[in-house]
């Protein structure tokens, strides 16, 4: 496989000098400004600890700070939230965990700015609604500190290339922290795609499907209240990652493959509509409301080295949780939900094979370490605490992270890129080269020992 890469890679090249950049632009690359250089790799200097300020303390990120309470270097100076009860409940997590009682900042949307003028905080965790992700992320970064977002990192084109632009001007870590990329299963079917047991890779299915019709009975606050209104204005894949983010690993993109078109289609939007009557007054405001994504959406992906990859989004319908997270090889197959097998070296490939054994003979590395107090700590069965781990030890030691300003903008990009596609009757859509043509010699993503 290596092999064809480099060929391919060869050719490439040649068929393109001197016209790279009519492709490019063509594809909505940006050549990066002079003072720019590339932060594939980047190794900030290593920290004895790592001073967090977080923003936005809802559920999620307070659960973000449970785990960094239980990890050696850390120091939470600051949270900021616009509810201050949410903050007061921080505080005292923070002081029944024997910590110090970091400063507080409620005074409005715009207070975490008063945050990020501190010089006694190296990165913050932003766990605010989507639209305000790349804005706190450039902001964050143009303060001199590294930003860690949740998913997804950017709703627009735009905002994918200001958090590259941002990240190469400042030298500074913009990660979306995609914890699915952080499950045992996926860290398994990782190892198993380095060690080449499913042979070339060809195809990979992923997706969200989870059903959250229950979310619009928030109104005023929580997650309801604004994730409701995407469904209101959008029609597309909206929440493309914790599926496409593995598979993105798996395939090497950004580091010796990446996206080069997709196409996407979405079923009528009925769900939603019908659940607000069923559960809501008629002069409700939910009855009130016009939803127009489409309950499924299903877009398909052409990578540059010719491998597709299925993408689906449907949190609207009565159907139970799946991610998919199917891997095709020339040598067999792996497929989630539940967990299973085929590959040649097991014999038959017309049943599934026990999957207990993958375990036991491909466990990655870093699930083996850590694995059991990832499971005591909690978080999605413990991906959520390991990604919080493995952040802060990267932070310490000055190693790169796993997942780079790069990856979160091709990972979210296929969320507006997909309501582009679905709105021109499904035709195809470049996705840009965020990595300015890096992707074809940065090393792939190592199994971490």
């Known amino acids: ?76 100076k600051a949270v900021c939230d616009i509810d201050s009860d949410c903050t007061d409940k921080s505080v005292k997590m923070c002081v029944d965990a024997g910590k110090p009682a970091p400063d507080t900042y409620t005074r409005g949307e715009y207070d975490y700015r008063r945050l990020l003028e501190r010089d006694d905080i190296d990165a913050v965790v932003i766990g605010t609604p989507w639209r305000w992700h790349t804005p706190m992320c450039v902001d964050a970064m143009i303060s001199g500190k590294h ?7 950017a709703v ?72 409701t209104t995407h469904h209101e204005k959008r029609n597309g894949n909206l929440y493309p990652t914790h599926g496409l983010g593995p598979i993105a690993q798996y395939m090497n993109v950004n580091r010796g493959d990446r996206f080069d078109y997709l196409s996407s289609m979405s079923s009528p939007a009925l769900g939603r509509a019908e659940y607000a009557r069923e559960n809501f007054p008629p002069d409700h405001i939910r009855n009130q409301r016009k939803y127009i994504c489409g309950d499924m959406n299903t ?14 989004h449907d949190t609207t319908t009565p159907r139970p949780y799946d991610r998919i997270n199917l891997l095709q090889g020339t040598k067999g ?70 997942q780079d300003v790069y990856d979160a903008a091709a990972w979210s990009a296929i969320g507006p890129l997909s309501e582009e596609s679905v709105g021109n009757r499904s035709d195809s859509v470049d996705v840009p080269d965020f990595t300015r043509g890096r992707w074809m010699f940065n090393e792939p993503l190592p199994v971490i020992k």
């Open 1 to 76: 496989m290596e092999k064809n890469r480099r060929a391919f890679l060869k050719n490439t090249l040649a068929a393109t000098a001197g016209m790279v950049m009519v492709g490019n632009v063509r594809a909505g690359h940006q050549p990066a400004p002079s003072n720019h250089q590339s932060v594939f790799g980047l190794k900030s200097k290593p920290l004895d600890v790592v001073r967090l300020g977080m923003i936005g303390l809802g559920g999620r990120n307070r659960g973000h700070l449970g785990h960094y309470l239980k990890i050696d270097g850390v120091e939470i």
């Open 147 to 153: 930003a860690f977002t949740e998913v997804p990192a």
């Open 156 to 227: 627009t084109l735009e905002e994918c290339w200001q958090l590259v632009d941002t990240a190469e001007k400042t030298q500074k870590n913009c990660m979306m922290m995609e914890n699915v990329c952080y499950g045992r299963e996926e860290l398994m079917v990782l190892n198993m795609a380095r060690l080449g047991v499913f042979g070339k890779l060809t195809h990979g299915e992923c997706a969200y499907i989870h059903d959250l019709r229950g979310q619009m009975k928030s109104i005023d606050k929580n997650i309801g209240s604004w994730r």
């Open 299 to 312: 877009t398909l992906i052409k990578t540059k080295l010719g491998r597709s990859i299925m993408v689906q």
């Open 333 to 402: 197959v792996f497929r989630g939900f539940p967990n299973r097998v085929a590959v040649v070296e097991g014999g038959t490939t017309h049943n599934w094979q026990d999957i207990d054994a993958c375990f036991e003979k491909y466990d990655h590395p870093l699930w083996k370490k850590m694995g059991e107090l990832a499971i005591q700590s909690g978080g999605h069965g413990g991906m959520d605490f390991l990604m919080n781990w493995r952040m802060i030890y990267c932070l310490r030691n000055g190693e790169a992270l796993d």
